[in-house]
C-alpha cells in the first residue's frame, strides 16, 4: 500500500491543503497547531468515520466559528488498485470513490465505504496499518503484532515451511484458481466479463446519449425555419416604413430654408441697432467727461499749494537732525576702541588655558589610538573565527557520525577463546571465557598462536555510506585548507587569539569615543593649532598680569559702554531717517501734485478738442433719430422669422428623423438576422443528415442486448467464485490457526537496525506476542518497561520500522510518525536518520514534525512545507 497525495478542505485549522507523499520518506514539518497532526486523524477517519457519523471526534474536526463541513481526499495505491476516496462530515456530507485502475469504477455513498473497507481487506493487513501509525503521545508504546498475518507470512518465508495442504485443499484451489489469482483476484473468463461489462454500458450510454442529441437537432431545426419564415415578413414591413419616412423627410426641407433666410435678416438689423445704440452712448460718455476733467483741473491746482509749503518746513528740520547724528557717532567709536583693547587680552588668556586641556586630551587620545592599531593588525593577520571554530567542529562530528554508520553497517566478527592457546585479532589479545566483538571495516588479522593466521578483509559496504564518509571528510579537508590550518586544536588557539585583540580594540575604541565625545577628532587638532595661535608667544607675558575674572569685568564694562552709545547712535539715526522720510514724502507729494495738475489740464484740453470734431461730424440729434430707425427695422425682422419658426416646428422636423434613422437600422438589423437565421437552418439540416446516416437507432437496440448478455453471464460466475472463494476463505482460516509463529527473523530485524543506535552489544529478547521483553546491552539486562523514556520509544518505533522491512513490499502499508523520537538526544537522532533513510529505500515512511532540522540528514527524504 502506497500513499500518494491527500487534499484536507476545511479541516480543524486548515482552509485547503494538498501535500504529495513520496515513495520513500516523507517529511511533512510545519509550527504547531498549523495542521500537521491533523493529516494523521484525516488519514484515520476516512477509513474508520462514516459521512454521517455525529462522533465528538468527527465534530472537533469542524473549525471553530465556521458553518462549513470538514472535507479529505486521499490518493492512494493498494495491490492491484488505484483509488481516490472522498469524504466530507456534518454540513452537506457526501462519500466518494474513484477507482482508477485495474477497472475504472465510480461509487458513493454507503456503497463507496463498504466498497473501499472491501478492497483495503483484499489488498491489506488492516491491523498492520494500525500497528504502523504512531499517533502524537503513543511513542513509548509497543505496537500490536501478534495479530498481523502480513508479519506471520513474511515470518514464514524467513522460517521453516508449515506442512502441505491435503488433497481436498489441492481441488478447492483448483476450482479457486479459475475465478481468482493467488492474489485474489479477477481471472479467467469472470474477469474477462467484469472488464467487458463496464466498456459495453459505457457504449450503451454514449449511443443513447447520441440518440437524444438526434432527437435534439430535429427540434432545433423546426424552429430555426419558423425563426427564417417570420424574418422574411418583418424585413419586407421594416422597407415599407423606411420608403415612408424617407418621403416624409424630404418634405419638410423647404419649411426649413425660409426659417435660415428669415432668421439672417433678422441678425442683420440687430447688429445695425446695436451699431446705432453704440454711437449714441459713446456721445454721452464723452460729454461727462469733459465735464470731470474740468474739476480735476480745479481740484489740483489747490492741492500743489499746500503740497509746496510742507515740503521747505521738512528741509529745514533735516538740517539739525544730521549735526546731532555726528555728534553720537564720534562718542561710539571711542568707547568701540576701547572695548577692543579688552576683548584681545582676554581671548589670549582664555587661549593660553585652553592650550594645556587640549595638549593632555590629545596626548590620551593618540595612547588609545596605538593600542586599537595594534589590535587591528592582529585581528588583520589571522582569519579564523569563533564561528569557523564553530562550523569545524560540526563537520568533525559529521565525519565521526559518517564513520560510525560505516562501522554499524560493516560486518561483525564475535570471538571467544576457548582453550589456552594465545588468540590475538588485530593486535588485541582475547581473554579466556569472555567474547571480543570487532567490525571488519578493513583488514583484520586473527592470529591463534602457533596454529594459524587469518586475514579477513572486509565486503562492498553500502555506496552511500561510503559516499557519506568521503563526503564529511572533503568537507573537513576543504575547511582545514580554507582557514589555513591543521587541526581542530590550532584552529581553536588562534581563534582565542583574535578574540583578545578583538577585546582589546572593543576597549580602546569605547575609551575613544569617551575621549572625542562629541568633537572631531581632526577638530581637536585644529582647535589646538588655534589656541596656540591665539594665546601667542608664552614668553611675552605683556598684558596678562590682572586676572581672567578682572578681564572679563573689563571687556563687561566696555561692552556696556559700546552698546550704550549704540543706542544713542541709533536713536539719533532713527530720527534722522524719520524726519528725512518725511521730507522725502513732502518733495514726492509736490511732484506729484505738479503732475496731476498738468495731466489734468492735458485730459480736459484733449477731451474738448475731440468732443467739438465729433459734433462737426454727427449732431446729437441725428444720432439718437438713426437709433429710432433701426430699432423699427429690428422690430420688423423678428415678426417675420417667428412668423417662419412657427410653419416649421409645426411640421415636428425632429420626429420625422428619429423615425427614418430607426427605419433605417431596422432594415439592417432584420437582414442581418435572416442571414443568420438562414445558415442555423442549413446547419442544423446537414448535421441531421449525418447522424441519420450513422444508423444510431440501430446501434442503440443492439447495445442494449449486448450489455443486457454480458449482465447475466457475469451475474451467474459470480455467484459461482463467491461459493468457491467462501470454501476456500474458511479452509484456510482453519490452517492459518495451526501455523507457528516465527520470532527469530523478528528479532534479528530489530537488532540490525537497532545496532547503528547502540552499538554491536546490543540483543533484546522477543516474547510470542512479539513484542520486546528486554534490551541487552554489553552484557546488561534490562526490562523494557525499566528503560528510560527516550529508548523505550527508540526500541518501539525500531520494531514497527522492522516489520516495514520483513513485511513484503505489495502488501505494506506506510509507517507514519506524529512528533516521534521527541525523546532522543542529538547523537541517537543521527543515528535514527540513517536507519530511516535505509527503511525509506523500500518501505514508505511519513513523517510530521514541527522541528524538520532534527531529521535533515536522513538521505533520499523530500520535506514539505505547511504553514
Known amino acids: 500500500m502506497r500513499l500518494h497525495s491527500i487534499r484536507l478542505i476545511d479541516y480543524r485549522a486548515i482552509s485547503d491543503a494538498t501535500v504529495d507523499f513520496s515513495s520513500g520518506v ?59 476516496y472522498s469524504k466530507r462530515w456534518i454540513k452537506q456530507p457526501f462519500t466518494e470513490l474513484s477507482i482508477l485502475n485495474p477497472v475504472p469504477q465510480q461509487l458513493s455513498g454507503s456503497e463507496a465505504h463498504e466498497r473501499f473497507l472491501a478492497i483495503l481487506d483484499e489488498t491489506v493487513d488492516v491491523d498492520l496499518l494500525d500497528a504502523l501509525d504512531v499517533a502524537q503521545g503513543r511513542s513509548l508504546d509497543q505496537a500490536s503484532l501478534a495479530e498481523i498475518k502480513a508479519l506471520h507470512g513474511a515470518l514464514g518465508e524467513a522460517g521453516e515451511e508449515p506442512a502441505d495442504h491435503d488433497a481436498f485443499l489441492d481441488r478447492v484451489e483448483t476450482e479457486y484458481l479459475r475465478f481468482f489469482t493467488a ?77 435660415d433666410r428669415a432668421l439672417e435678416r433678422a441678425g442683420v438689423a440687430q447688429r445695425e441697432r446695436q451699431r446705432a445704440e453704440e454711437a449714441r452712448d459713446r456721445r454721452q460718455a464723452l460729454i461727462t467727461e469733459v465735464t470731470a476733467a474740468e474739476e ?23 538740517a539739525e537732525a ?133 586475514t579477513v578483509r572486509p565486503g562492498q559496504s553500502p555506496a552511500e555510506l561510503d559516499r557519506a564518509v568521503d563526503s564529511a571528510q572533503t568537507l573537513l579537508d576543504a575547511e582545514l585548507d580554507r582557514l589555513g590550518v591543521t587541526s581542530l ?15 582589546v580594540l572593543a576597549e580602546a575604541s569605547s575609551t575613544l569615543r569617551v575621549l572625542i565625545g562629541d568633537d572631531d577628532r581632526d577638530g581637536l587638532d585644529a582647535a589646538l593649532t588655534r589656541a596656540e595661535h591665539v594665546a601667542g608667544d608664552p614668553a611675552d607675558t605683556s598684558g596678562t598680569a590682572a586676572s581672567i575674572d578682572d578681564l572679563e569685568a573689563l571687556v563687561e564694562s566696555t561692552s556696556a559702554a559700546v552698546d550704550d552709545a549704540t543706542a544713542q547712535v541709533e536713536t539719533a539715526r532713527t530720527a534722522l531717517e524719520r524726519i528725512r522720510t518725511d521730507r522725502d514724502e513732502a518733495r514726492v507729494a509736490a511732484v506729484r501734485a505738479q503732475s496731476t495738475r498738468e495731466q489734468a489740464a492735458t485730459t480736459l484740453q484733449n477731451l474738448s478738442t475731440r468732443l467739438s470734431m465729433d459734433r462737426e ?60 437565421d438562414r445558415q442555423e437552418v442549413d446547419q442544423l439540416a446537414a448535421l441531421i443528415d449525418d447522424r441519420a446516416a450513422e444508423g ?42 495451526a501455523q507457528r509463529r516465527y520470532v527469530a527473523p523478528f528479532k534479528e530485524a530489530i537488532e540490525k537496525l537497532g545496532r547503528v543506535i547502540f552499538g554491536q552489544g546490543l540483543s533484546v529478547e522477543i516474547s510470542e ?55 532522543s538526544d542529538e547523537q541517537r537522532l543521527a543515528a535514527l536518520n540513517v536507519i530511516l533513510g535505509n527503511v525509506g529505500r523500500t518501505a514508505q515512511v511519513i513523517l510530521l514534525t514541527c522541528q524538520p532540522d532534527r531529521f535533515a540528514s536522513i538521505g533520499g527524504a523530500e520535506t514539505v512545507s505547511l504553514g
Open 26 to 84: 516523507t517529511i511533512v514539518e510545519g509550527p504547531n497547531e498549523v495542521g500537521k497532526s491533523s493529516i494523521h486523524q484525516a488519514i484515520t477517519q476516512l477509513r474508520e468515520d462514516k459521512d454521517s457519523s455525529r462522533k465528538a471526534s468527527v465534530k472537533d474536526t469542524q473549525p471553530v466559528g465556521s458553518d462549513v463541513g470538514p472535507q479529505v481526499e486521499l490518493h492512494l495505491s493498494t495491490g492491484d488498485y488505484e483509488l481516490r
Open 322 to 454: 544730521q549735526k546731532g547724528l555726528e555728534a553720537k557717532q564720534a562718542a561710539l567709536l571711542t568707547a568701540q576702541v576701547e572695548a577692543k583693547t579688552a576683548a584681545a587680552d582676554l581671548a589670549r588668556a582664555r587661549a593660553r588655558r585652553e592650550v594645556d586641556t587640549l595638549r593632555k586630551r590629545l596626548a590620551d587620545i593618540r595612547d588609545q589610538e596605538r593600542r586599537a592599531a595594534e589590535a587591528k593588525a592582529t585581528i588583520g593577520s589571522i582569519t579564523v573565527t569563533a564561528k569557523d571554530v564553530e562550523k569545524l567542529g560540526g563537520l568533525f562530528t559529521e565525519l565521526r557520525i559518517a564513520q560510525n554508520a560505516k562501522t554499524a553497517a560493516a560486518a561483525q566478527i564475535v570471538a571467544r577463546r576457548l582453550g589456552d592457546t594465545a588468540v590475538s585479532i588485530d593486535g588485541t589479545d582475547v581473554p579466556k571465557g569472555s567474547a571480543e566483538e570487532f567490525a571488519v571495516t578493513s583488514d583484520l588479522q586473527i592470529l591463534i598462536d602457533s596454529v594459524v593466521d587469518i
Open 769 to 823: 506476542n512479539l513484542e520486546i521483553v528486554s534490551r541487552t546491552l554489553d552484557g546488561r539486562t534490562v526490562a523494557f518497561d525499566a528503560l528510560s523514556g527516550g529508548t523505550k520509544e527508540q526500541l518501539a518505533l525500531i520494531g514497527r520500522l522492522a516489520v516495514a522491512t520483513l513485511v513484503d513490499a505489495e502488501a505494506g502499508a506506510p509507517v507514519i510518525l506524529d512528533d516521534a523520537f521527541g525523546f
Open 489 to 503: 586544536e590550532q584552529a581553536r588557539e588562534r581563534s582565542e587569539v583574535r578574540t583578545d585583540a578583538e577585546s
Open 617 to 676: 461730424a454727427n449732431s446729437d440729434e441725428s444720432l439718437d433719430e438713426a437709433l429710432t430707425a433701426a430699432t423699427a427695422t429690428l422690430t420688423q425682422a423678428e415678426d417675420e422669422a417667428a412668423a417662419a419658426r412657427s410653419a416649421y416646428e409645426a411640421a415636428d422636423p425632429e420626429t420625422l428623423e428619429m423615425r427614418l434613422q430607426n427605419a433605417l437600422q431596422l432594415v439592417d438589423s432584420k437582414q442581418k438576422q435572416q442571414e443568420k
Open 696 to 737: 444510431i437507432y440501430d446501434k442503440l437496440k443492439a447495445a442494449e442486448q449486448n450489455v443486457e448478455s454480458i449482465r447475466s453471464k457475469q451475474a451467474r460466475m459470480q455467484r459461482q467464485a463467491n461459493a468457491i472463494r467462501l470454501l476456500r476463505d474458511t479452509v484456510l482460516a482453519h490452517k492459518e490457526e
Open 183 to 259: 492474489k485474489g483476484k479477477e481471472t479467467g473468463e469472470l474477469r474477462r466479463l467484469t472488464e467487458e461489462l463496464p466498456g459495453a454500458e459505457e457504449q450503451h450510454r454514449e449511443l443513447k446519449a447520441r440518440s437524444a442529441d438526434m432527437d435534439g437537432l430535429v427540434d432545433r431545426h423546426a424552429r430555426a425555419a419558423e425563426r427564417l419564415t417570420n424574418g422574411r415578413n418583418q424585413l419586407a414591413s421594416a422597407v415599407t416604413e423606411r420608403e415612408e419616412a424617407e418621403q416624409a423627410v424630404q418634405s419638410v426641407s423647404g419649411l426649413k430654408t425660409e426659417l
Open 296 to 318: 480735476s483741473v480745479k481740484t489740483a491746482d489747490d492741492a500743489l499749494k499746500t503740497v509746496t509749503t510742507a515740503q521747505q518746513e521738512e528741509d529745514s528740520s533735516l
